[in-house]
Every structure is written in C-alpha cells, then in structure tokens.
C-alpha cells in the first residue's frame, strides 16, 4: 500500500468536493488503486493553514466548513495564519490547489503551487489562472524538480480530456480542437434556443446559480479564454497571452440570431478554438486562438450539446475527428478530476 | 532515449498500419516521448517469422508486403516457419499482436501472446479474439510476469475509450456502458434512415469495403459482442461468455421501422450496452450485457453518431455521462490505438 500525504488550499465548493471523494472512496482506493490517502492539511481564507501529522478526520472538517466555523476548531492540529508558510514548513506528497480562479496575476494559487513544487510536491490543481498565465513558468518549475503538474480539472471540470489527449491519444500530432467549454453561456444559449431573450436566460442561469452575479466573465468569454491558454499550453506547447486570443462574448446575441440560425438548421454555440495554421503539428506553425459565437450545423457533434454540458472536438493526424461530451462543472465532476489527477501522480505518469 | 524493441505478429492492414507509423513518427518519438522503437520482427501467415537483431527497415518490410512477395526477403534476417519459435528464441520488449481475430479460440494470437507474456514482454493488441474470450486468463498471466496487456485498439480502434475510462476517470465508479461499437451496421443504418432499403445499404457497404462478403460477423452483432465482452472485463472486472450477452443483429430490421422511427424524432443505433443492475459498483451486482436495435432519441449523445463514427457513452457516480465519439476502423486509427498502447507501457501505465 503507497502512503499519500495531501495538502489542500483553498476549501470551497471544489476542495470539499474532494474531500468528501476521498473520504466515501477510501476503501476503494486502497483496494483498486493501493493507495492509503491521508489529509494532512488544510488551507481556506476563514481559517488560514491547518496541519495534523496524521491526518485529519475528513468528516469533521466538511462539518466545520458548512457550518463556516473555523477549521481550527478540528482537535490536534497545527496552525499557521499564512498558508504559504504553513505549506513551507509541512509539505507532504500533492498539493491539491483550489482556491479560486484569479485571471489578472493567479494569486493566491500560483504561490501555493510554486512552494510546493520547490518542495518536490506533485500538484494537481482545479484553479485556471496559473495554468492560463503562466503555465510555461510552472512546467518548468516542476521538471526542474522532477514532479508532476496536472491540471484534468481546469478544463471540462473531471471529463477527461487533457489526459484523454496526452495520454489516451499519444503519439498523435493534434493541429485542432474546437469546444464548448463554458457551461453558463451554453445553458444561455440553450434557453434562447427556446424561445428566451438573453437577459430572460441570463436570469434563469442566475437563480440556478449557474452563472455568478456578476457574468461577465462568464458571458463575455475571459472563462473560456483560460481554458483556451490552458489547452495551447497543455496540447500544443504554446505560451499565449489573453491577448491572443481573439474573444467576442454572447451578450450581443439576440433571440432572433439564435431563432434564424435554427430555421437554417444551424445552432449557435460559443466555441473556443485552437488551430494550426500550417495545417500540420511543425513547432513553426502560427497557433490561431478564438472565443466566439458560431452557428453550427446539425451535423456538427458540438451543435447537440445543449445545457451546461460542455464539449471538445479534437482533430488529429490519425485520428480525424474525435469528440468527449460531458459535465463542465459540479461538486463531484471537478473532484473526480482532482482524484483522476491524483492517481496519475501516483502512478508516475508524466 | 528509451530503447524499445518491438515484434509484431499480423502484417496485415494493422500490423503494416502501425508500422508506417513508427516510420512516419519516429523522430516525433525520440523528441516528445525519449523513446527509440525499433522494429526487431514481423510475421505473417505467408513468410513466418523474421528476425533482425539491429532493427528492421520498415519502410522495405512495408513494400514487401505491399507487392505480397515474402518478408524473408528483407536483408540479414533470421528466419522461423513457425512464429511461436521465432519469438520464443527471440523476443524484445514488447509484442504487438495483430493477427485476425478468431471469436472460436482466438487462436493464433492467443497463443503468441501467452508466449510473449511468459517472456516477460508488454503485449499491445488490437485482436479481439484473446480479450473476448480469455482476459482473466491473461490478465493473471501478465500480472504474474509483471508486464503490461493492453488492448485499446480492439474497441473503437485508436479513439481512446479503454484509457479515458481506466485512466483518465481513475477512481469513479462506472455503472454503465452503451455505445455504437460496430462502424458496418452503423453505415447500414444511416443509409436506411437515407432512405435505402437493408439489402441495398448492405451492397453500398460492401462496394465501400466497410462490410465483408460474408457481412454476418457485423450484420448478427457478433463484432459487438466480442467489444462487449472486452469491455466487461476491463472496465467492470467480470469475465462474461459470449452466451451471457443478450444479441440481436439488425438484419431484420426494415426501412419502414427506421423511417418511423425518425418520424417519431428516434433513430435506430445498434447498441451494445453493459449496466450493473444494482446501480452501483458492488461487486455483486450483475451485470447485464445486451447488443441491440434500439430507437434512441435525438436527444441521446449516440442519436446523431452515423456512418462508420462509433460511440461510448459511460455512467459513473461522479460524472453522470461522458461520451465519446471518434472513428471505429482505419489503417491509421488502429495503428494510433496501437501506438499509444506503446507509450503507456514504456511510461509503466498500468
């Protein structure tokens, strides 16, 4: 049996996702995998940095969390204000980085993931700005240290599809991929299919909690754009910018757009794209980069993907096409991909 | 550089299709992945087995068979009549088997491979003999010689289903399988919804080579089942016998079923299916297998999958469906299955 000793940062939606995963698939794990899985720490904004050599009991610190009392309250642990120096000075096998997406610098997640790779900690991470800013750094960093960083869950929530490419699909030259990654303005696009108007839909999207107050980075496409960055980087090798993405949103889509694409048996989807100019894999070839509405034929396998399911087309040489459909987002679909991650990193993949 | 030395038994369109892959790729090799493959024996049912210790030179070996003259041609080769002796005298790293598939006794590959594996050799195969009808046999074989088998190309050929599933879900528990896993039928049946009747879309698909003249190993289902029968051993660990799946092939089905069924806003698939019927992942649940015509509505990821496309949709506790659509035949398709069976075992996937 393979001891791993996890540290997690940032205890939200998706941390506690986990934690409840490792905690129901404990017995599994060990069984399937050979895999004893211990939490020995915890980090979340409330509480600052808890640590316990031997393990936190997992129950008890998802009870503390959805009672918002402080994670300190759990018996036996250590405690830090600052993770970052929590993380310093305890370390463990894998950093599972969740706190949330922060597309202008990635703080506080690219620190947690810079610290723990210099302490030759495997990370797997949910969180998409490192990722989207700065994966060339990161990479780098882990090489030079000789650990993984994975990141299945910052694209497609746990759909396997970084790993389906990397890993299911070695050896092929990949020159494009074409998805819907955003399940917000696909559940919006969806509902103007319907009969809504954008801002009825955006409204409906709000009160499931699918979108957040504040949209923008969903309805104007920056979400989608990360996970743009975080594709180039993962299947092409290729540092972009924000900036070279070229990005249109869905809020100037009207009811009758979507309405006349469907009488042309056309669906209007928000596709994030990636595509070798050249048309073929030489490391020379311009990376075009695009968020965007588009009006999709029927026959298209990206046009039926409706609600917030998301979707990746992926074109290879020796492949032709080849399409994964599944869950964006949710509690346990991000986990399952944090879990998949952690796996991988055991396993010794790279 | 990792040095891996290959053997392939079966030059037919497969063997050939992976070798001018390893021709065509392997500089890409050498860069992306640090591996050196190189080719030490072929055979085939016309010329036995040849041998080189140096490498094969693969682009002559492809025009010998091209021009069905005997591979014993090639320079400096040693020669065995009876493949069985050449790689129980030769050997290498791994074994890619790639003979037909035989669903009476899955010979000769079986044979080749339980020869390979006691060698300690991985073994890749895209047969589907062996996986159908022996897998626990030489699944505990493989495990006892500590070496990798692994079998992506035998469902859906090199779209990756067998890794995304074992690998990239790693840790979810999967509670059902449906797909369109047989490319002939898939053809017929979207011809007939074209208007065709059985007879005519059975001919179309013959004059395209994508049905045999004797189409009953596609047309009754028993392609499915073997597909089936794989992916109940791989994916839920349960050794089933061709006679636990439920089959009904589609050679009854008529143009006036499938043209009501579109009418009704369905489509006819011919879908192989495995389904826990607990519901969960106990292990003593039962699992049913079935391969049938179904009306699926449009609403349904594997509805709109035609031609020769085949499909998998997978259930599992944390990502309610994912499915996944790609080619499920081809000379390169294959190879690719075969290729990335490869990589993973020079990673130490297992």
Chains 1, 2 share one sequence.
């Not at 309250?73 to 463990?92: D, F, K, Y």
């Not at 929530?157 to 696909?186: D, K, Q, Y």
């Amino acid at each position: 049996m393979k001891r791993l000793r996890l540290s997690i940062t940032g205890f939200g939606t998706v941390g506690q996702g986990l934690a409840e995963l490792l905690s129901t698939k404990h017995a599994l794990l060990q069984q399937e995998y050979n895999l004893d899985i211990i939490l020995v720490s915890v980090a979340n904004a409330r509480s600052g940095f808890i640590y316990r050599e031997n393990g936190l009991d997992i129950p008890a610190i998802l009870e503390l969390a959805a009672a918002r009392r402080s994670l300190t309250a759990h018996p036996g642990v250590t405690h830090w204000e600052n993770p970052l120096e929590g993380l310093r000075t305890t370390g463990g096998d894998i950093l599972v980085e969740a706190t949330p997406t922060n597309l202008h610098d990635a703080e506080p997640g690219i620190s947690h993931i810079r610290i723990a790779i210099s302490k030759g900690m495997h990370v797997v991470t949910a969180n998409k700005g490192p990722g989207a800013l700065a994966a060339d750094e990161l990479f780098a960093l882990a090489r030079q240290h000789g650990v993984q960083l994975r990141m299945e869950s910052t694209v497609m929530a746990g759909t396997p599809v970084i790993s389906t490419i990397r890993e299911g699909m070695a050896g092929a030259s990949v020159h494009a991929l074409r998805g819907i990654l955003n399940g917000t303005t696909n559940y919006i696009l969806t509902a103007m299919a319907a009969g809504q108007s954008y801002g009825e839909a955006l409204a409906d999207a709000q009160a499931r909690g699918y979108a957040e107050t504040d949209p923008t980075a969903d309805v104007e496409g920056f979400d989608a754009v990360a996970k743009t960055l975080i594709l180039a980087a993962l299947i092409f090798g290729r540092s972009l910018k924000p900036g070279d993405v070229i990005r249109q949103g869905v809020t100037t889509i009207t009811r009758e757009q979507v309405q006349q694409a469907i009488e042309q048996d056309n669906r209007i989807k928000l596709v994030a794209s990636l595509r070798l100019l050249a048309g073929d894999a030489r490391q020379e070839a311009a990376l075009e980069a695009r968020v965007a509405p588009v009006a999709l034929p029927l026959s298209d396998p990206l046009a039926r993907v409706d609600g917030v399911m998301n979707a990746l087309t992926v074109s290879a040489d020796t492949l032709s096409e080849v399409t994964i459909i599944g869950p964006g987002a949710g509690r346990a679909a991000t986990g399952q991909g944090l879990l998949a991650d952690i796996i991988a990193c055991a396993r010794g993949q790279v």
